[in-house]
């Protein structure tokens, strides 16, 4: 299975720590960060595959950082956890294109689905692509 990259961004650290242990052994490449701004940071150095980002911090709150995230890397799937859900607000995150919204406490399997329907999603893309360039390739004029 290829490497993904995950961030996850929390203002709690325990939140960073459970969704890390959860997604351990997932063939992931996880990093956490506690501060929006140093996730903002490490997203321009490098983009990540998946972020999982809490909705409520006080530096860049989660849509913000999402905003970010589009203009840099709109390939990358991203997830919002919060402990402040309500439907509407799930409704907005999905319509902005937000691949997931996650509501605080959350058990391990609500974690690892959507990663898990994530990288399924990721893996058809890239399996995609490189059945297009070979097909481009051998059919060429």
Do not use: W
């Amino acid at each position: 299975m290829d490497n993904y990259s995950l961030l996850v961004v929390d203002d709690e650290a325990a939140i960073c720590e459970a969704v890390k242990a959860t997604l351990a052994g997932q063939g992931l490449d996880i990093t956490t960060t506690t501060s929006s701004t140093e996730a903002l940071e490490m997203i321009q150095a490098k983009p990540f595959d998946i972020i999982i980002s809490d909705l409520k911090m006080p530096e860049i709150d989660g849509y913000a950082l999402f905003e970010h995230v589009q203009e840099l890397a709109p390939e990358t799937v991203f997830m919002i956890i919060t402990a402040f859900g309500t439907i509407q607000s799930a409704v907005d995150a999905l319509r902005k294109g937000i691949y997931d919204y996650i509501p605080k406490p959350f058990t391990p399997e609500e974690i690892r689905i959507p990663v898990r329907r994530a990288l399924e999603k990721m893996k058809l893309q890239r399996e995609n692509q490189a059945l297009r360039s070979q097909i481009e390739e051998r059919y060429s004029f």
